[in-house]
């Protein structure tokens, strides 16, 4: 069992940046990819950013491009997210994400078996 705890939510003014970390708990042995998936109120969950455990390859989803990057520690037990350039509509709980497998894209949530509780992030005007 995989247990992944996220922290750094919070709310940031329109234009700021935020980072959010993802602690990975338990045998992470066979997770292989691991990921930042957001959901807005009466919106589907989205994929934000993906990385692969082994090598680091990263893909990201088409808002996100430019203005954020995913990373993963060198002990490959924790994974973060840097957003910049937020705007209220980015306001939305973010989830983190682990699974199995290698292939990142196309950025699929059914893809990855373990998540985080969320951790709300807030951008005001």
């Known amino acids: 069992q995989v247990q992944l705890v996220e922290s750094g939510g919070g709310s940031v003014q329109a234009g700021g940046g935020m980072i959010l970390s993802c602690k990975m708990l338990?045998?992470?042995?066979?997770?292989?990819?691991m990921g930042w998936f957001r959901q807005a109120p009466g919106k589907e969950r989205e994929g934000v950013a993906v990385i692969r455990k082994r090598d680091g390859t990263t893909e990201y989803g088409d808002s996100w491009k430019g203005r954020s990057k995913i990373s993963r520690d060198i002990a490959m037990r924790t994974v973060t997210l840097e957003m910049n350039n937020l705007e209220p509509e980015d306001t939305a709980v973010y989830y983190c994400?682990?699974?199995?497998?290698?292939?990142?894209?196309?950025?699929?949530?059914?893809?990855?078996?373990?998540w985080g509780q969320g951790t709300q992030v807030t951008v005001s005007s």
């Open positions: 338990g045998d992470t042995e066979r997770i292989g990819r």
């Open positions: 994400a682990a699974g199995p497998g290698l292939v990142l894209l196309p950025i699929n949530r059914d893809q990855y078996d373990y």
